[in-house]
């Protein structure tokens, strides 16, 4: 699957919880975002009737 960039506000706060998660477990930033986004995805699938 195809990757694309996306930019994205957040709370600070919330960025530096991702900074240290990636910086204590050797991974990206990018990795737990988009851990994230697809658990919101799978607990929010999008509506089938469109």
Excluded: G, H
């Excluded at 960039?5 to 240290?20: A, G, M, P, W, Y």
């Excluded at 050797?26 to 919101?40: C, G, H, L, P, T």
């Amino acid at each position: 699957m195809a990757s694309v960039s996306l930019t994205i506000r957040i709370d600070e706060n919330d960025k530096k919880v991702f900074e240290k998660m990636a910086k204590e477990n050797d991974r990206s930033i990018n990795y737990y975002v988009n851990q994230a986004i697809k658990e919101f995805i799978k607990k929010n699938p999008p509506d089938k009737k469109d």
